[in-house]
């Protein structure tokens, strides 16, 4: 190096000196490379700016402590300090720092040591931040070890089930079917795809198959997917879901069709039986209920929305004990409690509410929801309204203290009228004993017609009525009628309003019945007298109306509705003390319907009424 030739140029050359110091100065303390010095007792001593921008802290904060403080593993700082210590250079160490927030920086540190005479200065440590890259490699390898395990399981889930993988070539038509697909679908080795698609798909869903694999060629990408039957080598067809993704290269266009078959004849079988459930819960009579273990409703059929006036969708959802009356709660504990024991319950007789407020009767089947594993997990019910059943219960009972009464009060009179009669012979009157064996015979005729009455209900209900059709003259039948019924009536004016020339087709002595009940009952329930009209009139060539007419209590258009039911009698407070057991009108519509014809009635409360039919005229 030149000597400086005076002071001027000693000057100008040390300004030369302190302007690059200052400049490598700012090169090391403010260069994008982090740098920092440690000395021999592991202490940082120093760091640029750019260290202490890669771990986020102050020089106050960094400088002056162990470096081990910052290293997040402290075997790696220890093995790196040692192989300082012994005057090696490092290169691209890999380390991971602490930052000021927690964060792991992944760094390689180059480095090796400043000596001076034998003595350990410090450390020139350069520090490049490659946590991205390291975080990289890390997914790249997660990724590839999912991959892995991906294409494990996607193997072993093939071996396992029922699935095979086929690829379809959309230009040579050519289908490649793995081994676990032909061994699934019983497919020999030499059939090829032509033999597919001829002779295994079922002869019914060919154009459907042939049509979607038409489709597919001239779509640029999307899914294939399609169910259709494939015939076993025993021609026994299976329902199998063929499924794939379109591939396609920009080169050639689209190209090929790669997926999976599954075997789904299960599933259809499961979804067949359970749509002929569904259908059956769904047509069903009876309301089918189930519920949760804690008396939830889960599901409610269109029957339960007749019965108990509830829609599903205000039910499900809803705790079953909103249709159960209070007084009747304990009954679910009750049930629950035979349901655990493993016991169904069976024609459990009870009451329900409806929306209305109405009690209804209903009898309950209940049995318990069991999963695979014999658990319960729910409750299913069966109620069925047995409101009618019950009514008629109650009516037999009526009934049958009603028989009670009115055989009991006719035998008393007879008995009585006979004691009366044997005293007045005694005495010799013979006004009295012809008195009273004509209220003798009424009452016997009373019973008669009872008896007939029940005898005839035992006929219906047994379907043995038998019918003799004649052609005979229906004024003679009404004055007969009319001649026996004025014994027992001194109160009504009972006319007939007929011609003598109609003729019906009709069996005499049960068209008989049907008359003299009709007057019977206009008699009982006309109890002030009034005037009683038989009459018949004709409406067609063919048709004769014939009706008893009266002016007594009238019906209600409610008791209308049910007046031709069996045991069915109106209850009114004025009508308490009039006999009868309800099934009179009900013979005489039995009667009427085996000759094609129909009671009806037209009355008021308080005018009267009017019961008509209509039988075959003779023209």
């Known amino acids: 190096m030149a000597?400086?030739?005076?002071?001027?140029?000693?000057?100008?050359?040390?300004?030369?000196?302190?302007?690059?110091?200052?400049?490598?100065?700012?090169?090391?303390?403010?260069?994008?490379?982090?740098?920092?010095?440690?000395?021999?007792?592991?202490?940082?001593?120093?760091?640029?700016?750019?260290?202490?921008?890669?771990?986020?802290?102050?020089?106050?904060?960094?400088?002056?402590?162990?470096?081990?403080?910052?290293?997040?593993?402290?075997?790696?700082?220890?093995?790196?300090?040692?192989?300082?210590?012994?005057?090696?250079?490092?290169?691209?160490?890999?380390?991971?720092?602490?930052?000021k927030n927690g964060d792991v920086k992944y760094v390689r540190i180059s480095s090796n040591v400043l000596i001076e005479d034998g003595k350990f200065i410090h450390t020139r440590c350069f520090t490049r931040d490659v946590t991205e890259l390291v975080k990289e490699e890390k997914r790249k390898n997660e990724l590839h070890h999912l991959l892995a395990e991906s294409a494990e399981r996607l193997r072993l889930a093939i071996s396992a089930s029922n699935l095979g993988i086929w690829e379809l070539d959309l230009i040579t038509g050519n289908i490649q079917i793995s081994d676990e697909l032909r061994q699934m679908l019983e497919i020999p080795i030499e059939v090829d795809a032509g033999g597919l698609l001829k002779d295994y798909i079922y002869p019914e869903d060919k154009e459907k198959v042939e049509s979607h694999i038409s489709d597919v060629k001239y779509r640029d990408n999307g899914e294939f997917d399609i169910i259709f039957r494939f015939l076993k080598s025993n021609a026994i067809p299976v329902w199998i879901r063929v499924q794939g993704i379109i591939q396609k290269q920009v080169s050639e266009g689209l190209h090929r069709v790669v997926g999976c078959v599954l075997d789904i004849t299960d599933l259809k079988n499961s979804e067949e039986?359970?749509?002929?459930?569904?259908?059956?819960?769904?047509?069903?009579?009876?309301?089918?209920?189930?519920?949760?273990?804690?008396?939830?409703?889960?599901?409610?059929?269109?029957?339960?929305?007749?019965?108990?006036?509830?829609?599903?969708?205000?039910?499900?959802?809803?705790?079953?004990?909103?249709?159960?009356?209070?007084?009747?709660?304990?009954?679910?504990?009750?049930?629950?409690?035979?349901?655990?024991?493993?016991?169904?319950?069976?024609?459990?007789?009870?009451?329900?509410?409806?929306?209305?407020?109405?009690?209804?009767?209903?009898?309950?089947?209940?049995?318990?929801?069991?999963?695979?594993?014999?658990?319960?997990?729910?409750?299913?019910?069966?109620?069925?309204?047995?409101?009618?059943?019950?009514?008629?219960?109650?009516?037999?009972?009526?009934?049958?203290?009603?028989?009670?009464?009115?055989?009991?009060?006719?035998?008393?009179?007879?008995?009585?009228?006979?004691?009366?009669?044997?005293?007045?012979?005694?005495?010799?009157?013979?006004?009295?004993?012809?008195?009273?064996?004509?209220?003798?015979?009424?009452?016997?005729?009373?019973?008669?017609?009872?008896i007939q009455d029940f005898l005839n209900l035992a006929k219906i209900e047994e379907g043995k009525i038998r019918m003799h059709f004649e052609y005979f003259q229906i004024l003679g039948l009404l004055q007969e009628i009319v001649s026996e019924a004025r014994y027992i009536s001194e109160k009504h004016i009972i006319k007939i309003q007929c011609n003598s020339s109609h003729e019906v087709l009709a069996d005499r002595d049960k068209i008989g019945q049907v008359l003299t009940n009709l007057l019977t009952n206009a008699i009982k329930y006309s109890p002030e007298g009034g005037t009683i009209v038989l009459g018949c009139e004709k409406i067609s060539n063919a048709s004769l109306r014939i009706f008893v007419s009266d002016e007594g209590v009238g019906i209600s258009n409610a008791d209308q509705k049910e007046l031709f039911k069996r045991f069915f009698r109106v209850e009114r407070k004025e009508l308490a003390n009039i006999?009868?057991?309800?099934?009179?009108?009900?013979?005489?519509?039995?009667?009427?319907?085996?000759?094609?014809?129909?009671?009806?009635?037209?009355?008021?409360?308080?005018?009267?009424?009017?019961?008509?039919?209509?039988?075959?005229n003779k023209d």
């Open 273 to 450: 039986y359970h749509s002929k459930l569904v259908a059956i819960v769904n047509s069903s009579f009876d309301a089918i209920i189930s519920k949760t273990l804690n008396g939830v409703v889960s599901t409610w059929n269109s029957s339960a929305e007749t019965i108990f006036g509830y829609s599903a969708d205000e039910m499900i959802g809803q705790p079953i004990i909103k249709i159960i009356p209070e007084e009747r709660l304990g009954e679910e504990d009750y049930i629950l409690e035979k349901l655990r024991a493993g016991e169904s319950i069976n024609h459990f007789e009870t009451q329900r509410l409806t929306k209305s407020g109405k009690l209804l009767d209903v009898s309950l089947t209940i049995s318990p929801i069991k999963n695979a594993n014999g658990e319960i997990m729910g409750i299913s019910k069966i109620a069925r309204d047995i409101s009618e059943k019950k009514q008629e219960e109650r009516r037999k009972n009526d009934f049958v203290s009603m028989v009670s009464h009115e055989l009991k009060t006719p035998l008393t009179s007879i008995l009585l009228s006979s004691q009366a009669m044997q005293r007045g012979f005694k005495n010799n009157n013979l006004e009295i004993g012809r008195n009273l064996s004509v209220g003798i015979e009424n009452q016997a005729k009373r019973m008669t017609s009872m």
């Open 3 to 99: 000597q400086p030739e005076n002071v001027e140029d000693l000057r100008i050359e040390l300004e030369s000196l302190k302007y690059r110091v200052k400049e490598l100065t700012d090169f090391i303390e403010n260069g994008s490379m982090p740098l920092h010095w440690v000395n021999g007792d592991g202490i940082i001593i120093w760091a640029n700016q750019a260290e202490l921008d890669l771990l986020g802290y102050t020089k106050e904060e960094y400088i002056g402590f162990p470096i081990q403080n910052f290293h997040a593993d402290s075997d790696i700082i220890s093995e790196l300090l040692v192989k300082l210590s012994n005057n090696e250079t490092v290169q691209d160490f890999p380390a991971s720092l602490l930052s």
């Open 579 to 616: 006999s009868g057991f309800g099934i009179g009108l009900y013979i005489v519509a039995e009667i009427l319907h085996y000759h094609n014809s129909i009671i009806s009635v037209e009355s008021e409360e308080g005018k009267g009424s009017t019961f008509q039919f209509v039988l075959e």
